[in-house]
């Protein structure tokens, strides 16, 4: 299984990736709503959001990548050197994009190190993608994200986990996560989106390969 698959415009991906050796990435509530605010900086005109948890010692994220066009556009705005490769080459997408994920996580790496007189590393270098086939398995990876801390034993019940995207599609208020296009193409309601993951079962053929941060 490659698990650093490249990044392809308008195709959806589970992302994923853990501390070292286990450290706590998110010490108190401001830690998980900094890494929020810095990935909407780096990735959120790359990115569309669909799901996220952050967990005490590593994250997962359920994205899709924009257009081509919109990514030049915001590489235009970076000035770093993906982004000009990027814009003279758009075979350099993919690059341009890891690019971007890495500086999310060097600066809240940075942030941390300073807040917390940390040395050393902080999170895994290579962060895990995989590229989705099909509705049915993005489906399944939102659910699984949202059921991380239920899995992990932090909590019984979703709402109960604060750091997950799941009680905002409970909500009306404004997001930068895409929850219309999925409460509309990929469950019937809400009851239905609700019904999924009160009956949500792990499926080893589907996640064997994030039992490998998981664990």
């Known amino acids: 299984m490659n698990y650093w698959q490249d990044f392809e415009p308008e195709e959806f ?8 050796s286990g450290i ?18 780096y990735l959120g005109e790359c990115f569309e959001l669909y799901a996220y948890v952050l967990m005490p010692n590593h994250f997962h994220l359920l994205v899709k990548v924009k257009s081509g066009n919109q990514l030049s556009e915001f590489a ?11 814009l003279d ?5 993919n690059d341009f994009v890891v690019d971007q994920f890495k500086r999310w ?9 300073n807040k917390y007189q940390h040395s050393g590393s902080v ?18 990876w939102l659910a699984y994200i949202h059921h991380n801390p239920i899995h992990h034993e932090y909590c019984k019940d979703y709402s109960q986990w604060k750091y997950s995207s799941y ?19 990929w469950f019937s309601s809400l009851d239905d989106f609700l019904q999924y993951h009160s009956n ?16």
């Open 13 to 20: 991906y589970h992302i994923y990736n853990k501390s070292v």
């Open 24 to 41: 706590r990435l998110f010490r108190e509530d401001l830690d998980y709503q900094v890494f929020l605010s810095r990935f909407n900086t």
């Open 76 to 86: 235009r705005t970076q000035k770093t050197v993906k982004s000009k490769l990027f």
């Open 89 to 93: 080459q758009p075979s350099g997408l």
């Open 105 to 113: 996580l060097s600066s809240y790496t940075i942030t941390y190190k």
């Open 123 to 140: 999170m895994m270098k290579r962060f895990k993608r995989i590229q989705s086939d099909s509705i049915e398995k993005n489906i399944y």
């Open 167 to 185: 009680n905002t599609y409970l909500t009306t208020k404004n997001t930068k996560l895409n929850r219309s296009q999925t409460l509309d193409k």
């Open 200 to 215: 949500f079962k792990l499926d080893h053929n589907i996640d064997q390969i994030d039992q490998q941060i998981d664990h």
